[in-house]
């Protein structure tokens, strides 16, 4: 079932957004691999050492690009998010057309408490913007929508890079509204 906003969409974005909606996972070829950068983030976090962080999420996002064959991105962690009376920003994708390349800016610390954002968050934050991305270079969609599918393949990547005894995390759809 299409979110509430799909009815004020054109009839060429509510195609693009049903492909969306159709698409629940992402063939990556050896998941496994990304897992090391998972944990380099987390560790990233629990010292707080932004360095490390910019680190473990541009190789995890590269790695994601590479074995999809797409365009790698270029991931920016910075410190504090920017919050207004909206709320606070987690997280940002930037497309680009080609010879630029796209930007993804997520944030490791929130707005008013200036905290390390946890684990969990963070990751779903990043794998959130890279899910934008693979939306645009991967499955070739003209915009990229927040769909009930676009979710669902967000928590297929969380799920599959955090398959091991340290995150046993039961799988559960995960879908919300921005």
């Not at 939306?135 to 003209?142: K, P, Q, V």
Request: proline share 4%; net charge negative.
């Amino acid at each position: 079932m299409p979110f509430n906003y799909y009815h004020r969409l054109s009839r060429r974005q509510q195609s693009t957004y049903r492909r969306s909606d159709e698409m629940s996972e992402v063939a990556l070829s050896d998941p496994g691999q990304m897992r090391v950068e998972v944990e380099n983030i987390e560790r990233g976090l629990k010292t707080e050492s932004r360095d490390a962080v910019q680190q473990g999420s541009e190789r995890l996002a590269a790695l994601v690009s590479g074995q999809l064959g797409i365009p790698k991105t270029v991931v920016n962690v910075l410190a504090r998010r920017p919050s207004d009376d909206w709320g606070e920003l987690h997280g940002l994708y930037e497309p680009a057309e080609p010879p630029a390349v796209a930007q993804i800016t997520v944030w490791m610390r929130t707005a008013k408490r200036k905290q390390v954002v946890a684990f969990k968050t963070y990751l779903r934050t990043l794998l959130h913007e890279i899910g934008h991305h693979l939306d645009y270079e991967y499955f070739r969609l003209e915009e990229s929508f927040h769909t009930e599918g676009f979710y669902k393949r967000e928590n297929y990547l969380f799920q599959i890079l955090t398959q091991t005894a340290a995150y046993e995390e039961p799988v559960q759809q995960r879908l919300f509204h921005d």
